[in-house]
T-cell receptor, first 113, second 113 residues
Framework: EDKVVQSPLSLVVHEGDTVTLNCSYE??????LLWYKQEKKAPTFLFML????IEKKSGRLSSILDKKELFSILNITATQTGDSAVYLC?????????????FGKGTKLSVKP | DTAVSQTPKYLVTQMGNDKSIKCEQN?????MYWYKQDSKKFLKIMFS???????INETVPNRFSPKSPDKAHLNLHINSLELGDSAVYFC????????????FGPGTRLTVT
C-alpha cells in the first residue's frame, strides 16, 4: 500500500533555530513530492520536487528530494513564530488516479519567541 | 476574489441527517477535488472531477455523493450522516488533472452529534 511518513510528528523550537522536517515515501509509480504549509485553514503550496538532488529554495525554506533513498527534507532556517504550522508532505504518482496526492500526517512545528 | 470557496464553513448536525457542502472555484481550473481531514490532521483524497467527469473515487462510503454541475463547482452530498463523518472537508482545484499545484478552499468543519 502506498504511504507517506513524516517525522517528527511535532517539534518545538525557539525563534532563530534551524529545523529539518523529514518525509519518506513508498509510492508505486512515484512522480513527484510536494510540501504544503497548513496554518489554521487550508494547506498552501510550498514546493514540488521531481528530480533527485536539486534543491528548491524560497526565502528561509528549502527542500530536496532523494529518489534513491525515497525521502525528502524541508529545512527552515532562522525560524520565526510565523513559521508555526503543520507541514504536510504529499506524494504524487502516475497512473489511473492522475492528480492524486497521498499525504503524510504532517509535522506540527511550534516556534516559541 | 476568493479563489476556492466553500460553504458552509461550519456545519453541526445530528446523526442520520443528509447534508451538502458546496465548493466553487473562480480560477478557471479544470480539475476539482474533495479531501477529508480527520481529527489527527490526516488529509485523504475522496474524489476528483476533471471537466465535470469523475476521475478519482477512493474508497468512500456510497453515502457520499459528489456532484459537479459545471467545472467551476463541485458539491458534496452526504446521506445518513454518522459520527465518524465528523471532520474538516477541504475542496481543492488545479489547472488540470496533471498539474501539481492544488489550491485549497478554507475547509468545512462538519460535526455530527
Amino acid at each position: 500500500e502506498d504511504k507517506v511518513v513524516q517525522s517528527p510528528l511535532s517539534l518545538v523550537v525557539h525563534e532563530g533555530d534551524t529545523v529539518t522536517l523529514n518525509c519518506s515515501y513508498e509510492v508505486t509509480n512515484f512522480r513527484s513530492l510536494l510540501w504544503y504549509k497548513q496554518e489554521k485553514k487550508a494547506p498552501t503550496f510550498l514546493f514540488m520536487l521531481t528530480s533527485s538532488g536539486i534543491e528548491k529554495k524560497s526565502g528561509r525554506l528549502s527542500s530536496i528530494l532523494d529518489k534513491k533513498e525515497l525521502f525528502s527534507i524541508l529545512n527552515i532556517t532562522a525560524t520565526q513564530t510565523g513559521d508555526s504550522a503543520v507541514y504536510l508532505c504529499a506524494a504524487r504518482h502516475y497512473g489511473g488516479s492522475q492528480g492524486n496526492l497521498i499525504f503524510g500526517k504532517g509535522t506540527k512545528l511550534s516556534v516559541k519567541p | 476574489d476568493t479563489a476556492v470557496s466553500q460553504t458552509p464553513k461550519y456545519l453541526v448536525t445530528q446523526m442520520g441527517n443528509d447534508k451538502s457542502i458546496k465548493c466553487e472555484q473562480n480560477l478557471g481550473h479544470d480539475t476539482m477535488y474533495w479531501y477529508k481531514q480527520d481529527s489527527k490532521k490526516f488529509l485523504k483524497i475522496m474524489f476528483s472531477y476533471n471537466n465535470k467527469e469523475l476521475i478519482i473515487n477512493e474508497t468512500v462510503p456510497n453515502r457520499f455523493s459528489p456532484k459537479s454541475p459545471d467545472k467551476a463547482h463541485l458539491n458534496l452530498h452526504i446521506n445518513s450522516l454518522e459520527l465518524g463523518d465528523s471532520a474538516v472537508y477541504f475542496c481543492a482545484s488545479s489547472q488540470d488533472s496533471i498539474s501539481y499545484e492544488q489550491y485549497f478552499g478554507p475547509g468545512t468543519r462538519l460535526t455530527v452529534t
